[in-house]
């Protein structure tokens, strides 16, 4: 018996030895396998001790504590709130658009109330996510003010919101409003009349008084806003009118100021007939010098190259006109000239056919010669006083300066000095003697005396006064 049936193996001995190979293969692979561990660990031991080396080097280095401050300030920021920035990174943007001026509608029965204290804007801000306050913007929500089952009184209301969306917060400031709602009731006025856009009209028309369809209206407010209201006027627009015209005109209230004031007018326009007219007159130009020419010069004569003009305005107007003036500044003429000089309107006047004419001016040497014997007038004696000259003297003379042609013909009878007893008072007392220029402005008048003396009696006279002195109570 063999060894191998004594320790009872049985079986191929082929067998036997091809397990003794398996395992010295087995053991040899281990052996590699722990010469490969050794070999990681030592070069991850030499990796660690050469971290560890070259962190020290930096930690313990003098030029680098605030980088490690910095490093570790970091490090614990973000250890102690990494659930809130973890969700800033996963929740949507948030996001605010402010709209400034936003209008307000205003829900309430207007029939009955009247509704004061409400602004007429307010500031918008809209949160929420980006895109969604984006989409509610562009969507264009309003701003409401609900009073719909209010009653009348002071009441404060907050503001409400449509048309934005759900998806956003809208918040208004201020965020309420204390308002007030007052009953309405109805008073009628007197309708007035405005023309407007007068400047887009033609000024050679004008237009007359206009022929309403009806001469009031009702007006409904509360009580203290009907108080208020001083006129209700048609607005008649004459923009580009040349003939007779009808339009429905516009009714607007306004207080004693002029302001407009918000009301029910019933009803808001009215129609009218409104007649237009192109009223004329020709008058002639009278060229007034001012100043005197410098020097040894006078003028002597003026000629223009229109001696009448015609004007275009109300006959109101018309009726009072019979001339038009035109200025001459004679300082500022040295020599004989040829100047344009503008055509100066009377009020009321809305335009003319000419508006400047050619004024041709001839230059003489000056003279001068006395005119005695220049009667003293009054002028303003409202009080009817009776007077008498302190000297008996009811005369004076008069320097008259000008061109020889010019002074030849003036007589004492050509000019008018006055005394102005417009602030006289009983007693001895002196006057201003004044004298009247020509209006020509060819010849000057100048005074040799500048004062005159009268004795003012207390006692009144309706009839002439016994002084010799001729006069008149117009100014």
Avoid: C
């Amino acid at each position: 018996m063999t060894d191998r049936e004594k320790n009872g193996f049985l079986g191929d001995p082929d067998q036997d030895e091809n397990k003794t190979e398996l395992a010295n293969r087995i053991a040899e692979q281990s052996k590699r396998v722990a010469s490969t561990y050794q070999m990681v660990e030592d070069w991850m031991l030499r990796i660690i001790r050469w971290f560890s080396s070259i962190l020290d080097k930096f930690l313990f280095n003098n030029k680098h504590p605030v980088f490690v401050s910095l490093f570790l300030a970091v490090l614990f920021y973000v250890s102690v709130n990494y659930n809130t920035l973890s969700s800033v990174y996963t929740s949507p943007l948030r996001a605010t658009r402010s709209l400034d001026d936003m209008p307000i509608i205003a829900k309430y029965n207007t029939d009955t109330f009247e509704l004061s204290g409400m602004p007429q804007t307010v500031d918008v801000n809209v949160v929420g996510d980006a895109t969604s306050v984006n989409n509610a913007v562009a969507a264009g929500g309003t701003i409401v003010l609900d009073l719909e089952g209010y009653t009348e009184g002071r009441h404060e209301v907050k503001f409400t919101f449509e048309g934005y969306g759900s998806n956003v917060d809208v918040i208004t400031e201020p965020s309420t409003v204390i308002v007030t709602l007052k009953k309405k009731t109805t008073q009628q006025f007197d309708l007035t009349y405005d023309f407007i856009n007068q400047n887009a009209m033609d000024n050679i028309y004008s237009v007359g008084v206009p022929e309403f369809e009806y001469a009031k209206v009702n007006v409904r407010a509360s009580r203290d806003t009907l108080d208020s209201i001083a006129f209700v006027k048609a607005l008649i627009d004459v923009s580009g009118q040349t003939a007779d015209f009808e339009q429905d005109a516009r009714l607007i209230a306004y207080n004693s100021s002029g302001v407009p004031v918000t009301a029910d007018i019933i009803p808001n326009t009215v129609h009218v007939s409104v007649p237009v007219t192109s009223p004329s007159k020709t008058v002639p130009i009278e060229v007034q010098v001012n100043g005197e020419v410098s020097g040894d010069m006078a003028i002597e004569l003026i000629s223009t190259d229109q001696q009448t003009v015609t004007i275009y305005g109300p006959n109101t107007v018309l009726s009072n006109i019979d001339k038009v003036v035109v200025t001459l500044n004679a300082d500022t003429i040295a020599k004989n000239s040829t100047i344009l000089r503008p055509i100066s309107l009377p009020a009321g006047i809305n335009s003319s056919n000419i508006n400047q004419i050619t004024i041709t001016i001839t230059l003489a040497e000056k003279t001068s010669k006395v005119v005695d014997d220049v009667r003293i007038m009054y002028r303003n004696n409202t009080n009817n006083y009776k007077f008498t000259p302190v000297v008996d003297k009811t005369t004076t003379s008069v320097t008259v300066s000008g061109t020889a042609a010019n002074i030849e013909n003036v007589t004492a009878d050509n000019i008018n000095v006055y005394v102005d007893m417009t602030d006289a008072k009983p007693g001895v007392q002196a006057f201003d003697m004044q004298v009247e220029q020509p209006s020509n402005g060819l010849v000057k008048y100048t005074l040799n005396e500048a004062t005159y003396q009268m004795n003012v009696l207390g006692e009144t006279n309706e009839e002439a006064n016994d002084d010799g002195l001729g006069g008149t109570n117009d100014g």
